[in-house]
Structure formats: structure tokens, C-alpha cells
């Protein structure tokens, strides 16, 4: 009784997450969270698999992964009050072990001091408020491209992980097609998105994550999903984490990073790649998901002319740039907000209660490692596709017929969708604009923002076209 009495009139948790003004209930939030999980859960295994193989411990970087995963997403529900979730991003993973360690020759300690002074370089651009000064720099046209074009680039996702999309033929003649349904996993994941359209069309509560269980769960007798693997993680675990945590203070690392004058522009130009990667996938998944969704409304946008940091965009920075530091002190490489986090705002999610739930799921990881990679990626890629359906609907308010905002914002879809990366989509956009601005004589029009980034992002493509920074 009392408990309902409490519910009825806010309680202590409606009232600290603002639950009635953000007009959401504690329900919704909880479905969210747990939506926005499972949908990003594959990191916790995809990451440490990656990071292995520049010779670090697998167990202490699967450790390290949940940890960077549940501290960062805290952050972003109790500072922000947002439902964003943060993990180490897959791309910047992929830099980590390949071009840092084995391309560049450089050992996985040294890799992570490079994280941790990029994480402390994103936090000064956030503190110095440039960060949300580009934000606000980006033309509406833009944002647009931007929202819709991560919806185009999730659903890609989704497609890619449910083993719809082939490739064909050897490069540079590579050629990409529907794969035929003779795989139990592509079946799998087709009988789930059938699923949640139809409980979505229904308008069914909770539609995607009542799918991804029950696609779960109709894996089992296909096959698809693993019930025999053990619940509980090893003692290993701990071991290994004791191996990757803060291992970078000394020498191999901080202390052996700027050792070789060599590879010192090495060194410069990749902490460069890393923070323009890691600042720009971040803002396009604000801009992308918060835009429709109103997550950051109309007081936010006053309290941006205050100072300090009262706007929850502004506290969301913050929490995004902490959390790569963090994550290279637990050992592992940079964490970002994840635009899967899209899949539980599109289910209701407002606040940053759903982004506490999916931080403890993180935490449930530890001990239970084996349940939670029971739910197979044919069970989550189905909501992936339709957060891209949800996410699109940006593309009905860009002035199709004026070119100069209609060519940037074209590049700016295709390329990030095309070339599997939200940074290259926002480069081309924004390259395309200050074009297109210029030569129709409307240079004055070119945020000097945008003009800098722009020429960074020229910058960042020349440097690794002449393999400076790969």
C-alpha cells in the first residue's frame, strides 16, 4: 500500500529521474534499459576477442569491458539523467589492435596510454564547452542528414549481423547481394523481426524486447541459441583483470610512449584519429537519437546560456568523455556512447533510469557471463533494423530541392552508411557544405566551426591516405 502510494505521487526515484516530466513511468524506463542492453551486449564479448589479439588477457579485458560499460552509463544516468548507454566502441577497437599495436608496432600498454591521454584531451574540448559549441554550429539540414543517416546506418547494422547482406568476389571487386535463407541464424533473425513489426504495428509495450526474448528463446530447439555453455564465469576472470588494469603507468606505457622520436608523429596523429572519431560518433548519436525523441528539449537549451553545466546535453558530454579515461584505466580501449542506446529511446526510454538498468545488467555481466551470451545476435539484430525504420523520419523535413543542402546532406547518409562509420558520414557532410556554401557565395553562411572541423576532417584524410596515421 504504501509503496503504491509512493508510485502514485512520484516516489523518490520518479522524482530524482523526473519521471513525470520527461512523461515516462518507472515501467517503460526498465523496459528501455534492458532493451538498449541486449541489443549492445555483444560487446562484452566482441571487444575482449578484438584486444586479445595484441596479447592482452582475455578474461581482464571482458572484465574491463563490463566495468567501462556499467561505470560510464552510471555517469550518464545519474549526472545526465539520460538514456544513453556507453561501451567501448567497435571501430575504435578495431584502431586499437590493428593499426596501433599490429600495424604500428606498438605493445597494447602503450596502445592504452594513447586511450587515456585522448580521453583526457576529449574532457578538456567538453570542460572548455567546444564540444557542445559544435553542436550547436551544425545547420538543421544537417542534423537531419545526421539523425536519419545513423538510422539507415543501424538498420545496416542489424541486416549485416542477422547475415542478410553477402559478399562476393575478392577486392577491388567485391560485390554485395542478399544472402539465400539457408542458415538457421539468418532464418532465426528473420522470424524476429517479423515478430516485433507485427507486436510494433499492435503497438505492443515493450515490442522489442518481448522479441529479442522470445527469438531467444525459439533459437533454442533451432539451434541457434547456446544453452550449454557455463552461467557463471570463471575465477579467471579476476586474474586477468589484475593483468590489464592500470598497466599503462610506467614503462611499457606512459613511460615508453614518446621514447622514440620516430614515432612520435605516429603517436600525435593517431590520439588525433581517435579523439575526432570519439567526439563525432558521440554528437552524431546525440543529434540523431535526442532530435525526435526531445531528450534534449527546450530547458536544456536555456540552461546552455548559463554557465556551468545544468543542460543534460552538456552533463551527456561530460559523461561520454569521462568514461574513455575510466575505461583505459580498467584496460581496455576508447569508450563511447553507443547509438544502440536508439533501440531503448525508441521503446519510451527518457531517462537516465533506463540507463541505470542497462549499467547494472553490465554488472549482472561479471558473475554471468555465459547467460547473457546465451541471447544469440539473430535475436537482436531484428530491433536494430527497426530502430533504423523509427530513426529515419528526419529525412522528410531536408529541402530535397535546394541543392546546397540537399547534396550534404546526401553525402552525409551514404557515405556513413556506405563506409560503415558515423564519423565519415558527418566528414563528407560537412566537407560538401563548406563546398557547396563557397561556391554559391554564401561563405559568410559557414559556421566557423564547421570551417575548422572541416579542415581537420581534410587533414585526417589526407595524413592517412599517406599511411602517417596507419
Known sequence: MYLREKNEKGGNMADFFHLQEKKTNVKTEIVAGLTTFFTMAYIIFVNPGMLAETGMNWNGVFVATCLAAAVGTLVMALYANVPYAIAPGMGLNALFTYTICLAGGFVWQEALAMVFI??????????TRLRKAIVKSIPEGLQNAIGGGIGLFIAYLGMNNAGLISFTGAYPSVTPGMHAFDQAHLVLAVIGLLIIVVLMVMKVKGAMLIGIIATTIIGIPMGVTNIHQSIFSSSETVAGFKEVAFSFFGSPGLGSL???????PFVIVTIFSMSLSDTFDSIGTFIGTGRKSHIFDEEDEKALESTG???RLDKALVADCVATSIGSLFGTSNATTFVESSAGIAVGGRTG??????AAMFLLCLPFS?????????ATSPALIVVGILMVEPFAEINWKDLTEAIPAFFTVAIMSFTYGITNGIAAGFIMYCITKIFTKKASEIHPIIAVASVLFVLDFVLKSLHIGT
Open 309 to 311: 553545466f545544468k543542460s
Open 370 to 378: 555465459g547467460l547473457i551470451g546465451m541471447v544469440p545476435s539473430a
Open 258 to 264: 614518446f621514447s622514440d622520436p620516430v614515432k612520435i
Open 118 to 127: 585522448c580521453g583526457l584531451i576529449n574532457i578538456i574540448i567538453t570542460v
Open 353 to 358: 533510469l533506463a540507463s541505470l538498468v542497462t
